[in-house]
């Protein structure tokens, strides 16, 4: 286990409780940057929604805890926020917590990096199903370099309708067989 990770794992140990004890879920920390100020960055998150209010107070409970964490060493900025609507994936529980959303995954293949768009169908401890146009691929957490939930601009479709932009492929083909049949 690399530095960082024990360092980023102490933190997370340390804020968790007093998460969980303002009654929400401590989503993701990271440590970001490198020699002088870094920012601690503590994402946070409950049903529903975190507001506000809760970051305030989340920040307030963290900053005393953090300045007396040995963990830490240096000066560093905190950062509280919630995961927003495009969620930052990085764990399999968040890959979980993802499921039936839209994705945008960046995995590496022998030749650099490919990006796969489709829906999280099914998430576990190693890897990830995405489906994109009825195909179905597997994808391995160790080869994702970068992945996020999509949040799609519009109405949400009426019962049995597809949303804009999904089946185009099945829509286009449709038409065609009809035409060559006609």
Request: net charge negative.
């Amino acid at each position: 286990m690399k530095a960082a990770d024990a360092t980023i794992d102490a933190i997370r140990d340390a804020v968790a409780p007093v998460i969980a004890g303002l009654g929400l879920e401590l989503y993701d920390v990271e440590l970001i940057g490198g020699g002088g100020t870094r920012t601690l960055r503590v994402t946070i998150d409950r049903e529903g929604g975190v507001d506000l209010d809760s970051i305030t107070e989340v920040t307030r409970s963290l900053s005393p805890i953090l300045d007396d964490d040995s963990t830490l060493p240096g000066s560093f900025l905190l950062e509280v926020s919630s995961p927003g609507v495009e969620r930052t994936l990085r764990t399999p529980a968040h890959y979980r917590g993802a499921r039936d959303c839209i994705v945008s995954i960046k995995v590496r293949t022998s030749t650099g990096t490919e990006r796969v768009h489709g829906v999280l169908v099914d998430a576990g401890d190693e890897q990830c199903t995405i489906e994109t146009d009825g195909q179905r691929e597997e994808i391995r957490y160790c080869d994702i370099t970068q992945a996020r939930t999509v949040f799609e601009w519009g109405p949400q479709p009426r019962p049995g309708q597809r949303k804009a932009g999904q089946g185009a492929t099945a829509s286009k083909r449709a038409r065609a067989s009809r035409g060559a049949s006609a």
